[in-house]
């Protein structure tokens, strides 16, 4: 299968929260990451026999089996495509511990499974059809093949009447524990793609925090980005570094009044968090004392700093920390001071309309022509110009 749909099934498993394999001769492989707790992975026999409902017939397959949970199954050049469970009862604990059992799941594994809409499972089945086959099939006739035309209307209603009567805390999905500790672990062992992973799969199922969409979004977005900045922190980033990040994009993500770009907001934060742990992790290992030194230049890099100030702080002598720094960082602590100006003077000039000269005063440095001069050492551009080539359309 071309790389085209190979993409097109990893997004639209990422889209519904759907699990899709592909069986190949004896090769079983997924779409998404995580899949060995789902029953298509741990049970050949639910595999084989789906195999040979769905050579039985050239449209995809949609097998049902108990407490309402179906599996489609779709057939194309030889190999079987599966997707599911997908559910269309909201389960309750006995019913859900039973439908983990009969396949072989831990109890501390089980989550509550997404709800879908019957028209939500057939639209599934034939997108997987017109990826994979090219083909374009009516509900009706889709739905006919495999003997569900004549209920699936009453079947829809009846199913939204006992969502409305079951739409309690009880039966409202949250993340298992596993789950956000997943994308957690991803942050603090830099681990940014599979950070971002986690955060788009879980979008998908979030608990209800808000009766309006976009604060339930906001709420998602905000909790997300406060709990992966603890484990930046707890993977070595500043708490200083870690806390401007969060409270930039948690600032954009409270003001913003689109979804889509809300969303944008939070993986940006993840992925930021996510990378400057990967790039710590990847430094030679450096003692607490140069953590907090850095740390202190983080927080005060406006003011002017000492380095006896400094040592007094961490309670240890300014020559020591002066050689201690130089040692394991391979830099001076006054370089270091400067190049935290500057990296701060160059966001300024690119997301700020300020002049240069408050610019300059601002990141502490005694004078625009000295700023430029410095500026220009380590940028090889002059900030100017800087601000020329870096500053995004918008402004």
């Given at each position: 299968m071309?790389?085209?749909?190979?993409?097109?099934?990893?997004?639209?498993?990422?889209?519904?929260g759907?699990?899709?394999?592909?069986?190949?001769?004896?090769?079983?492989?997924?779409y998404?990451?995580?899949?060995?707790?789902?029953?298509?992975?741990?049970?050949?026999?639910?595999?084989e026999?789906?195999?040979?409902?769905?050579?039985?017939?050239?449209?995809?397959?949609?097998?049902?089996?108990e407490?309402?949970?179906?599996?489609?199954?779709?057939r194309?050049?030889?190999?079987?495509?599966f997707?599911g469970?997908?559910?269309?009862?909201?389960l309750?604990?006995?019913?859900?511990?039973?439908?983990?059992?009969?396949?072989g799941?831990h109890?501390?594994?089980?989550?509550?499974?997404?709800?879908?809409q019957f028209s939500e499972?057939?639209?599934?089945?034939?997108?997987?059809?017109?990826?994979?086959?090219?083909?374009?099939?009516?509900?009706?006739?889709?739905?006919k093949?495999?003997?569900?035309?004549?209920?699936?209307?009453?079947?829809?209603?009846?199913?939204?009447?006992?969502?409305?009567?079951k739409?309690?805390?009880e039966?409202?999905?949250?993340?298992?524990?596993?789950e956000?500790?997943?994308?957690?672990?991803c942050?603090?062992?830099?681990?940014?793609?599979?950070?971002?992973?986690?955060?788009?799969?879980m979008?998908?199922?979030?608990g209800k925090?808000?009766?309006?969409?976009?604060?339930?979004?906001?709420?998602?977005?905000?909790?997300?980005?406060?709990?992966?900045?603890?484990?930046a922190?707890?993977?070595?980033?500043?708490p200083a570094?870690?806390?401007?990040l969060?409270?930039?994009?948690i600032?954009k993500?409270?003001?913003?009044?689109d979804?889509?770009?809300?969303?944008?907001?939070?993986?940006?934060?993840?992925?930021?968090?996510?990378?400057?742990v990967?790039?710590?992790?990847?430094q030679?290992?450096?003692s607490?004392?140069?953590e907090?030194?850095?740390?202190?230049?983080?927080?005060?890099?406006?003011?002017?700093?000492?380095?006896?100030?400094?040592?007094?702080?961490?309670?240890v002598s300014?020559?020591?920390?002066?050689?201690l720094f130089?040692?394991?960082?391979?830099?001076?602590?006054?370089d270091?001071?400067?190049?935290?100006r500057?990296?701060?003077?160059?966001?300024?000039?690119t997301?700020?309309?300020?002049?240069l000269?408050?610019?300059?005063?601002?990141?502490?440095?005694?004078?625009q022509?000295?700023?430029?001069?410095?500026?220009?050492e380590?940028k090889?551009?002059?900030?100017r110009?800087?601000?020329e080539?870096h500053?995004p359309?918008e402004?």
């Amino acid at each position: 299968m071309g790389d085209h749909k190979k993409y097109i099934l990893n997004r639209l498993s990422e889209l519904t929260g759907v699990d899709i394999f592909c069986q190949a001769d004896e090769t079983l492989s997924s779409y998404q990451r995580n899949s060995e707790l789902n029953p298509i992975f741990r049970n050949s026999q639910l595999r084989e026999r789906l195999m040979k409902e769905a050579a039985a017939q050239k449209l995809p397959l949609l097998h049902k089996e108990e407490d309402s949970i179906y599996f489609i199954c779709v057939r194309s050049e030889g190999q079987y495509y599966f997707a599911g469970p997908l559910s269309l009862g909201a389960l309750n604990k006995v019913e859900l511990h039973k439908y983990y059992k009969r396949y072989g799941i831990h109890t501390d594994k089980e989550k509550i499974l997404k709800r879908f809409q019957f028209s939500e499972v057939m639209d599934i089945a034939q997108i997987m059809d017109a990826v994979l086959n090219e083909n374009t099939t009516e509900d009706m006739e889709l739905a006919k093949v495999n003997h569900l035309a004549a209920g699936a209307e009453e079947l829809e209603a009846q199913e939204k009447i006992i969502y409305e009567i079951k739409k309690d805390e009880e039966n409202a999905y949250h993340h298992t524990y596993q789950e956000e500790r997943q994308l957690l672990d991803c942050v603090r062992e830099g681990r940014v793609e599979d950070a971002l992973h986690f955060t788009r799969t879980m979008d998908g199922d979030i608990g209800k925090l808000s009766g309006k969409v976009l604060n339930q979004w906001r709420n998602t977005a905000i909790v997300g980005i406060t709990l992966c900045t603890r484990a930046a922190i707890e993977g070595g980033i500043s708490p200083a570094a870690a806390y401007q990040l969060s409270d930039f994009y948690i600032s954009k993500c409270d003001s913003c009044q689109d979804i889509a770009q809300m969303i944008r907001y939070r993986n940006s934060a993840v992925e930021k968090l996510a990378s400057e742990v990967k790039r710590k992790l990847e430094q030679k290992h450096t003692s607490s004392y140069v953590e907090q030194c850095r740390d202190y230049v983080q927080k005060h890099y406006r003011e002017k700093i000492y380095l006896d100030d400094i040592a007094d702080t961490l309670g240890v002598s300014a020559s020591y920390l002066s050689r201690l720094f130089s040692k394991e960082t391979g830099e001076r602590l006054q370089d270091y001071i400067t190049r935290v100006r500057i990296e701060r003077a160059a966001n300024l000039l690119t997301y700020s309309n300020e002049s240069l000269s408050k610019i300059a005063e601002y990141v502490n440095f005694p004078s625009q022509s000295y700023f430029g001069k410095v500026f220009r050492e380590q940028k090889q551009l002059s900030p100017r110009k800087y601000r020329e080539v870096h500053k995004p359309k918008e402004f």
